[in-house]
């Protein structure tokens, strides 16, 4: 996005316009971060705007500024799509490519309104007028509060907006640890925390709401974690009957996948979980250095991400599934025992 971009969304900006702000199916803490943020920012310019998630989203998002105004496309599809039919502008964030919002892929291809990507994922489809891509980007909380920076808009940085954002850098980032995390990040994050984000707060409300359950089913995933460590690799996995006997909400397995990358000597980490509703085993992937899940999973599991995280989908079995990740080690033996 260049000056002219900045320049022209200035003006777009500047008289009231209908803005529906769509994050990627099963949103994360980055996804509704970034788009409750912009939200929170955009109302307070008097326009008509609102986020529209393809799905629901977990419990421990669901007190962020704004959340209880959020449409979902899945159980509110007339009224989300009358509006994305209305809209004159359109901001996309946190994904960028219409697939990765599911069934609103095809309204949102279809409609006529200008489209605002702001997204931190690799190789971007080019379905934008305007384009915010930026892969060294820890989240797109990070890029939005950029974006504010550019517009001129810090001063519109209130409490809301900079806990928003924090979530999702936060989150994004496993709590400021990954590699993506720059002095910037940080930088970024001190004036967040000046502008009224509760950094204590906000880390008790993500992640000190454990249910009993859920601690029983990371208990039943590490039980089910496997070592391969000719090829440096660790892999969870957990079927829909033990999700079911622990009785999973959405969200509950977030960040299980962390722990098989935790360990030590570990380069890649996945976990493949059962979806029998959907008829698909979700598969998320994380390594270390410079072994790149994201081409990992664009050449086998129809998915990819960025280099350390990334999520895909296997249309077979549980065990086939993880069978077939197994095989496919052998071709990258070389690059896991480099790292
Ligand atoms: P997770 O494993 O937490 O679902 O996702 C890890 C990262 O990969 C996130 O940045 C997420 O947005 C991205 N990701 C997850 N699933 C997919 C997918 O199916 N396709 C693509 N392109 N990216 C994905
Ligand atoms: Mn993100």
Redo the contacts with the bound molecule.
Sequence with gaps: MNTQDIEEIKVLLATPKKIAIIP?RNP?GDAMGSTLGLLNYLLQLNHDAKVIAPNDFPDFLKWLPKVETVGIHETETEASEAFINNADVIFTLD?N?LH?TGNMETILAQSKALKIMIDH?QQPDDFAKYMFSDVSMSSTCEMVYHFLDKLDALDKVNAEIATCLYVGIMTDTGSFRFRSTTSTTHRIIANLIDKGADNTLIHNNVYDTNSYNRLQLLGCALSNLKVLPEHKTAYITLSQQELRDLDYKKGDTEGFVNYALSLDKTVLAAIFIEDKKQGIIKI?LRSKGGFSVNEMSRAHFE????TN?????SDTSLESTVEKFISILPSYSKALNNE
């Design positions: 990627h994360d994904f490519a990765r994922h998320s998915g990819g991400g960025h995280a990334a999520g895909g989908k």
